[in-house]
């Protein structure tokens, strides 16, 4: 009798191991991302292919301000983020279309939030940011919003992979310069 005792506590055992180990994997396997998850910051490591260095004497746009360069994207609104003020909420509009983004550059202060509303005009398209994790598909004739916060200073490019990815004219950057 106690050999078969011995033998169902050895099976119960072995089973409580395969659903440890079975719960362990199920865990580690990390998700996607998609429009719906929150991106994850970038690290201050090394430069990588869509993360560049910035360039000097760059000048972040306010709402109100007449002019930019036409490549640079003139924010619809600027308001504070935080009840401190040292933070902004930048919103932006750009357009796909023709195989390009236009405006194709954001600026934003380190630490701001930036929302983006792109509109595809003329086909299908997605927007790939990976340093931020997005990679979000935009319909012909449709808007998409992307939302997130710059944590770390740098000159992160964009762009459509659809389109044909880095070296497509479907490229664009999001700068973010460090706040004086």
């Known amino acids: 009798m106690n050999n078969k005792i011995f033998r169902y506590l050895i099976i119960a055992a072995a089973i409580a191991i395969l659903i440890f180990l079975a719960v362990s994997i199920y ?5 996607t991302p998609s429009v719906s998850q929150q991106p994850s910051p970038p690290t201050t490591e090394a430069t990588s292919q869509t993360r560049l260095e910035v ?3 760059i ?7 007449t002019t930019t360069a ?3 994207a003139k924010p619809v609104s600027v308001s504070p983020a935080t009840p401190q003020g040292d933070r902004s909420l930048r919103k932006f509009e750009i357009r796909a279309e023709e195989n390009k983004f236009k405006p194709k550059e954001i600026i934003a202060y380190e ?8 509109t595809a005009v003329d086909k299908d398209y997605d927007w790939v940011q990976p340093d931020y994790g997005f990679n979000v598909k935009i ?3 449709t808007t998409k919003t992307i939302e997130f916060q710059v944590t770390t200073v740098g000159k992160y490019v964009f762009y ?3 389109c ?8 664009g950057y999001v700068t973010v310069v460090p706040k004086k």
Do not use: M
């Open 27 to 31: 865990r580690a396997r990390k998700p």
């Open 55 to 57: 360039p000097k004497n």
């Open 59 to 65: 000048t972040v746009p306010d709402s109100n301000q």
């Open 70 to 72: 036409p490549d640079i």
């Open 111 to 118: 630490k701001d939030i930036v929302q983006i509303k792109v």
């Open 139 to 141: 319909a012909k004739g």
């Open 160 to 162: 459509c992979e659809a």
């Open 164 to 171: 044909g990815g880095l070296n497509s004219t479907a490229v």
